[in-house]
């Protein structure tokens, strides 16, 4: 396995929001319901000993669908409840890399509810990119039952199912650069 020391040099890295993303994913009816959080932050903090924290916030009101409707129904008290609970945070202070592969894990707080999760995927080991910047990226795979977190709308269908699983998959993808 190898540490963090040779993943990044120590030091404060910051997201370059711009190029990273937060998404989430839930079987829904007969394909797979998407959206992302656009207003998003974090920070990678590496220390000389090989530790590693991550620490992020998605605001709720920046979520993004496909529909205006559909997102002020996710901000609403059915889901996310922006109006109380504006923030979704994570952190983490055990971050695992084995050559490009990581994880993480750490506690997620929806609706003020926390619980530990573990994300898993891959990890870029810091280069020096086309603006001099150094640059690391992590791309972070978790699921969390929504339920969990007091996110419990649904709708029957006439079968008697339900249109929505408590199954929600989230995406990291973040690209993070050396704070000065």
Do not use: C
């Not at 996310?80 to 707080?109: C, H, Y």
């Not at 690391?136 to 008697?160: C, K, Q, S, Y």
Request: hydrophobic share 40%; aromatic share 8%; charged share 25%.
């Amino acid at each position: 396995m190898s540490s963090t020391a040779t993943f990044a040099p120590a030091g404060t890295w910051k997201l370059d929001a711009v190029h990273s993303s937060v998404r989430f994913e839930v079987p829904y009816l007969a394909g797979r319901f998407k959206g992302e959080f656009r207003d998003v932050d974090a920070t990678l903090q590496l220390s000389d000993d090989g530790r590693a924290t991550l620490e992020g916030v998605a605001r709720v009101t920046s979520v993004d669908v496909k529909d205006e409707n559909l997102a002020a129904h996710l901000q609403g008290p059915d889901f996310f409840d922006a109006e109380r609970f504006p923030e979704l945070r994570f952190r983490a202070e055990d971050l695992k890399l084995d050559g490009e592969r990581a994880s993480v894990r750490g506690e997620i707080t929806i609706k003020g509810v926390t619980h530990p999760i573990e994300a898993t995927g891959s990890a870029t080991p810091a280069f020096t990119d086309g603006f001099g910047r150094e640059r690391v990226g992590l791309t972070l795979e978790a699921h969390v039952d929504r339920t969990a977190f007091g996110i419990d709308w649904n709708m029957p269908l006439p079968t008697g199912e339900q249109a929505l699983s408590n199954d929600v998959t989230i995406v990291a993808d973040l690209q993070f650069t050396k704070a000065d």
